[in-house]
């Protein structure tokens, strides 16, 4: 065989294997595609399509960049590099191997799959200097705050893909609280940085705990803060770790994400988002230490992911107050399935930051295993915003420290743990007029929510001047210290629950056209609810032995004894 058959042998060879691989990639796409669309089928509400995106079969490997990964080479300009070099020549995939890559922030580029391979991790410096001062966002307000590890704005089809791992180095970066220490560690802690006048707060730097005080300050007097003045206290400015603002077409699949200074992940005013396969994870104690922040976004899915973190865990906000409400984009069209939380202060959440509205969201198949709380609603006067159509079923929790089920309308930015109770809460609320500082919450369904072990298992909270209206709650088994209360509540209906708990089932306070049908305990309660406050009325229990009701029902003196109907 002369040498022109055997060149013409191997090409065809090599065309074939090529024409081998394009079509199982194709094949991957396809499936993958399918995956994506049977999460999106038979929705509650009307949304896009999200397809699976893709990038050229060109790769960009960190280390002909001149990238080290010994975990002590500085290979920020070597990253970036080989980002901008991918983006530029039309996209595809930035490889980073296995290694310890050092780096200072990068900033991702339009079409570009940073793809991270078992083995490597991305190690953010510890070097404050590294991070620039910016105009940025914070908990819903334009404001400054350092350059985050990872940034995008304005990209389109981006990625972060693969099994490797992208560390924050929050740890230098977030102040600690004492009550959330050992003493060992919180002595160990200590050595280092700066405690505050109370003793139960330990800062990064001095000027990091005294940032607060001086800000403060000046904006009370109505002076500008000065950039210059503001970098000296740079600690106290910590940054979400991966920020994407107004990005569209973007996949997460595949890496761990932990120790953020602040947020873990936060996309804002973006579209068209998959996240998948992720691992979120932060020190419990971790102050801001949120998972996912999905803020004024839309058309978004997340599935298989697992979190285990320091606050919220996965979290819906569209902004804060003013700002947010004139800003006026909720977070919509939002599908969460198949995931588990750990720790966290919500499993779910929606808010604080709510004012530009959420609406059209559906969270199914999750396990929250001692989440602070479970399913978390909270907002406070002054959000204003609306949140409606949620649709919630098959959620599954154990050994919940406070509420399975919670809607707080008086949030005060405290942890679960540390919030005031709905006792106290009570005892001082009074109406005030309504206006657009205030929050609304409506058509919310909840469907299969099993709970073993809780404080309380549902506690619905309104505002005097605005109830918590049209929720239903339907197919709930629930093991808990106390059972259900409803407070400042309208249109509630709770069909077929199961509840074992102490005295009294049902707690009902200014609460009105209430329904129960098939409601259960599976204790011998000697009191099964009891009722307060002279708005409460029109209570109807169904589809109960009304021995098991009778003269268990305790009215309040402002209550009329006609409030309840047993059918």
């Not at 939380?341 to 969270?363: A, D, L, P, Y």
């Not at 919670?406 to 206006?435: C, H, L, R, W």
């Not at 309208?490 to 509840?499: E, H």
């Amino acid at each position: 065989m002369n040498l022109a058959i055997v060149k013409i042998y191997r090409m065809l060879l090599l065309a074939f294997v090529l024409l081998i691989l394009s079509n199982i990639n194709l094949l991957a796409q396809q499936s993958l595609q399918a995956e994506i669309d049977s999460y999106l089928k038979n929705l509650p509400f009307k949304m896009n399509p999200l397809k699976e995106i893709s990038f050229p079969e060109k790769y960009f490997e960190i280390v002909k960049y001149g990238a080290i990964g010994d975990g002590l080479t500085k290979n920020t300009l070597s990253i970036q590099k080989a980002i901008d070099e991918c983006s530029q020549s039309g996209g595809g995939y930035v490889v980073v191997p296995a290694g310890i890559w050092l780096t200072g922030p990068i900033q991702l580029k339009s079409n570009v799959n940073l793809n991270l391979k078992t083995g490597a991790m991305m190690l953010f410096s510890k070097d404050i200097n590294d991070y620039d001062l910016i105009n940025g966002y914070w908990e819903g307000r334009r404001q400054f705050r350092c350059q985050s590890p990872i940034s995008g704005y304005q990209l389109q089809n981006i990625a972060i893909t693969g099994n490797g791992i992208i560390d924050g180095s929050g740890e230098v970066w977030r102040p600690v609280k004492k009550n959330k220490m050992t003493e060992p560690e919180w002595q160990a802690l200590i050595k280092t940085g700066a405690v505050n006048q109370a003793g139960n707060t330990w800062y990064p730097t001095k000027e990091a705990m005294d940032a607060e005080g001086y800000i403060r300050e000046h904006l009370k007097a109505g002076r500008p803060l000065i950039k210059e003045e503001l970098l000296k206290m740079r600690h106290y400015f910590r940054p979400v770790m991966i920020s994407l603002i107004e990005c569209k077409n973007i996949l997460l699949d595949g890496p761990v994400f932990q120790n953020s200074p602040a947020w873990n992940n936060h996309p804002l005013m973006c579209e068209n988002m998959i996240i998948r396969n992720v691992t979120f994870r932060n020190p419990w104690y971790s102050q801001n230490g949120d998972g996912i922040d999905v803020e004024s976004s839309k058309n978004v899915l997340i599935y298989k992911c697992t979190f285990d973190v320091g606050d919220d865990a996965l979290c819906m906000k569209s902004g804060i107050d003013a700002e947010g409400r004139k800003r006026g984009m909720p977070t919509e069209n939002i599908v969460i399935a198949d995931c588990i939380v750990f720790h966290g202060h919500g499993g779910f959440t929606i808010g604080s930051e709510m004012s530009g509205g959420v609406k059209n969201i559906k969270v199914s198949n999750c396990n929250f295993i001692g989440t602070d709380i479970g399913l978390r609603f909270k907002s406070t006067r002054g959000r204003g915003g609306v949140v409606e159509n949620i649709f919630i079923n098959d959620i599954f929790m154990k050994d919940i420290p406070t509420d399975a089920v919670s809607f707080n309308m008086y949030y005060s930015g405290a942890a679960p743990t540390e919030e005031v109770s709905a006792d106290d809460q009570i005892k001082s609320s009074k109406p005030v007029a309504v206006n657009e500082g205030t929050p609304i919450f409506r058509k919310i369904y909840l469907d299969g929510i099993y709970c073993n072990g809780a404080r309380n298992a549902v506690v619905l909270q309104g505002l005097p001047e605005m109830p918590i209206s049209e929720i239903e709650l339907n197919n709930i088994v629930m093991k808990a210290d106390k059972a259900i209360s409803l407070i400042d509540a309208d249109g509630i209906k709770i069909t077929n629950a199961k509840i074992s708990s102490s005295d009294p089932v049902v707690r009902i306070i200014q609460s009105k056209n209430i329904t129960f049908n098939k409601i259960e305990s599976l204790n011998e309660n000697k009191l099964f609810m009891k009722l307060d406050g002279v708005k409460t009325g029109n209570i109807i229990i169904k589809n109960i032995d009304p021995g098991k009701v009778k003269d268990k029902i305790e009215f309040g003196n402002e209550v009329s004894k006609n409030a309840v109907t047993v059918q």
